[in-house]
């Protein structure tokens, strides 16, 4: 890399999820169409519509660049990549940068045909057993999307470091990931390194929810630029992760290792402030 390199950042990474599809609407549709065929219903490419329109009063707002840019990752899943073609509806082409079909952000796997009685049992023991570790019989856990969502997240760093978006600087870009609900929710849990717990917190995306990280003043990503504290609360989020979301949207670009005493203290809620303190509390039980 030249000495005079300088990474641009995108203004925005949106996350969103795709329309309803048939498998919401009704769950047998998973014993006779496999999970990566299951369509949109008519309300979810409504939906999808209305994500689109959205988005772009979102990202043409009034303190954005008039010159803003677009590049999208989908899901391959027949769901995504309709809710992408009608999300496209509210855009022109000269305003799209790309489009990439990306495999790492599928849904979970939860196996093949679904039998629809015994995905009931299933589902409650992993209420019972937790959503993050428990495996699907012939699936993935939230664990396995999460290994997978890594890969993708190194990928999407070096694409943005090296500009193989083609990314002009004079625009503002934004990335929009059409996922899944619980892929969505992972590629946060990685992002912002919340623990296995804060994920269990989270709440699903709604149909053609959208969750917008937008660049702070300081350079770090921050869900508490463009929402409020109330959504986050409703998503799920802890007073603490909400803390640190809008820390986050002043913080200077790295600076998150200086200010993780709520991490440490997740994990070590007794530990002494200082070396004397522990001098002094050896004192007390020796004498």
């Not at 609407?25 to 998973?30: I, K, N, V």
Request: with cysteine; hydrophobic share 35%.
């Amino acid at each position: 890399m030249p000495p005079d390199h300088k990474t641009i950042l995108p203004k925005r990474i949106i996350l969103v999820r795709h329309g309803e599809s048939q498998g919401n609407l009704d769950t047998a549709a998973y014993t006779t169409i496999p999970d990566h065929q299951i369509p949109l219903t008519p309300q979810g490419i409504i939906q999808a519509r209305g994500a689109g329109d959205h988005l772009r009063r979102v990202i043409s707002g009034d303190s954005c660049s008039p010159n803003w840019r677009l590049y999208f990752y989908v899901s391959p899943y027949v769901r995504t990549r309709s809710t992408l073609r009608e999300i496209g509806r509210s855009f022109s082409k000269k305003r799209i940068i790309g489009v990439r079909e990306e495999c790492r952000i599928r849904e979970q796997d939860f196996g093949n045909f679904q039998v629809q009685e015994r995905m009931k049992v299933i589902k409650e023991t992993r209420e019972r057993f937790g959503r993050f570790c428990y495996r699907f019989p012939e699936g993935e856990s939230a664990a396995d999307v999460f290994d997978r969502v890594s890969s993708f997240l190194e990928s999407l760093w070096r694409d943005i470091d090296m500009n193989r978006l083609h990314h002009d600087p004079s625009n503002d870009l934004n990335l929009i990931i059409v996922s899944h609900g619980l892929t969505s929710r992972v590629f946060l849990m990685k992002w912002f390194k919340w623990t296995v717990e804060q994920f269990e917190r989270l709440n699903n995306f709604g149909n053609c929810e959208c969750r917008v990280m937008q660049l702070g003043d300081g350079g770090e990503y921050s869900l508490a630029v463009h929402h409020t504290d109330e959504e986050m609360l409703e998503w799920g989020l802890s007073p603490g992760m909400i803390a640190d979301q809008k820390w986050r949207a002043h913080a200077n670009k790295g600076a998150w290792n200086d200010h993780c005493f709520w991490y440490l203290d997740s994990f070590f809620d007794n530990l002494a402030d200082s070396d004397d303190d522990n001098v002094d509390k050896e004192g007390e039980t020796n004498s």
